[in-house]
């Protein structure tokens, strides 16, 4: 992998550079990518020490949890098509200390995944501020890419959202109009197209729709109802396959109407009864099956036998 921190800007014009050539409009087969979250550099020191509004002054623990995601990742045979990373990236908060620190040991972490595998970022609630503006939103797009963009895999639509203009968007309005503009296009250009149908539509976002149930009550670790309704209707009826999220710190999530909503847990701090770990995604013809692992486990043991025979039908 170059040494340009370059290789992190994936995502610009709404575009993912890493896979955007004509050839992944057509399906070819099974196929399988990584979905991770919350990394969150310096969360578990600011859990220990309970005070979590700070930034955690120390991070050691999860630039080395990181490392070894990026181990087991890169010893998996076949190559995983991608990897991605649904938010929180670090634990500060813009503007605030140990931010910039926090960031560049993220990378360096990261730079030892295999090139071959394309990384991909989506934006959380601390890489932006819970309630985002222009500065911090163009912030994160300075570090790490779009907040917001689509691209295609082996005949598959990937739609990677900023769901914090869902949640706060009071500080930059116009913003969150310009994704939900963006969505509706999106939608209807894949729901309404007749050549280069996607065989599925997936979605990346931090913050889950639900935890459990779409009627459950509002919760800081889930999408308001009437915004969820709303989100969840425009989905089905574009025919979305599955939400991917983190931001729980713990594995969730359910399936409802023909729409899965996955709510993995976190490569860093862990705020439930679930270990460190990343999840396994194979993507068929008719469905997208998914499973979580634990760091260790996908190291030593690899993808599941039954995964492994999805993939070769």
């Known amino acids: 992998m170059a040494d340009s921190e370059d290789i992190f800007l994936r995502a610009k014009q709404r575009t993912f550079s890493g896979l955007t050539e004509d050839v992944e409009h057509?399906?070819?087969?099974?196929?399988?990518?990584?979905?991770?979250?919350?990394?969150?550099?310096?969360?578990?020191?600011?859990?220990?020490?309970?005070?979590?509004?700070?930034?955690?002054?120390?991070?050691?623990?999860e630039v080395e949890l990181t490392k070894q995601a990026v181990e087991a990742v890169n010893h998996l045979q076949p190559r995983p098509r991608f990897m991605v990373l649904c938010g929180d990236l670090v634990h500060a908060m813009p503007?605030?200390?140990?931010?910039?620190?926090?960031?560049?040991?993220?990378?360096?972490?990261?730079?030892?995944?295999?090139?071959?595998?394309?990384?991909?970022?989506?934006?959380g609630n601390h890489d932006l501020g819970?309630?985002?503006?222009?500065?911090?939103?163009?912030?994160?797009?300075?570090?790490?890419?779009?907040?917001?963009?689509?691209?295609?895999?082996g005949g598959v639509l990937c739609l990677v959202l900023n769901s914090q203009l869902f949640y706060d968007a009071s500080a930059c309005p116009e913003l969150k109009e310009a994704q939900e503009i963006w969505l509706e296009e999106q939608l209807n250009k894949a729901s309404s197209a007749t050549e280069l149908k996607p065989k599925h539509i997936l979605v990346f976002q931090h913050i889950p729709l639900y935890l459990k149930n779409p009627d459950e009550e509002d919760d800081y670790f889930n999408l308001q109802r009437i915004?969820?309704?709303?989100?969840?209707?425009?989905?089905?009826?574009?025919?979305?396959k599955a939400v991917f999220s983190g931001h729980y710190h713990r594995n969730?999530?359910?399936?409802?109407?023909?729409?899965?909503?996955?709510?993995?847990?976190?490569?860093?701090?862990?705020?439930?009864?679930?270990?460190?770990?990343?999840?396994v995604v194979v993507v068929t013809d008719s469905d997208v099956v998914h499973r979580y692992y634990s760091l260790e486990q996908l190291r030593m043991q690899g993808v599941d036998e039954d995964l492994r025979k999805l993939l070769q039908a």
């Open 227 to 240: 915004v969820r309704q709303n989100l969840l209707d425009k989905f089905k009826k574009a025919g979305v």
């Open 130 to 153: 819970n309630t985002p503006n222009d500065r911090t939103v163009e912030q994160y797009c300075t570090a790490w890419g779009d907040d917001y963009f689509s691209f295609w895999v």
């Open 26 to 61: 057509e399906w070819r087969g099974p196929f399988y990518f990584i979905q991770a979250a919350d990394p969150q550099l310096g969360l578990m020191k600011a859990w220990k020490d309970g005070d979590c509004d700070g930034g955690g002054d120390e991070w050691a623990e």
């Open 252 to 279: 969730a999530g359910g399936c409802h109407g023909g729409l899965d909503m996955v709510v993995s847990s976190a490569i860093g701090c862990q705020l439930g009864e679930d270990t460190h770990g990343v999840r």
């Open 95 to 123: 503007d605030t200390p140990f931010r910039e620190g926090q960031e560049r040991d993220l990378k360096a972490a990261l730079k030892g995944m295999d090139p071959s595998i394309p990384l991909v970022f989506v934006s």
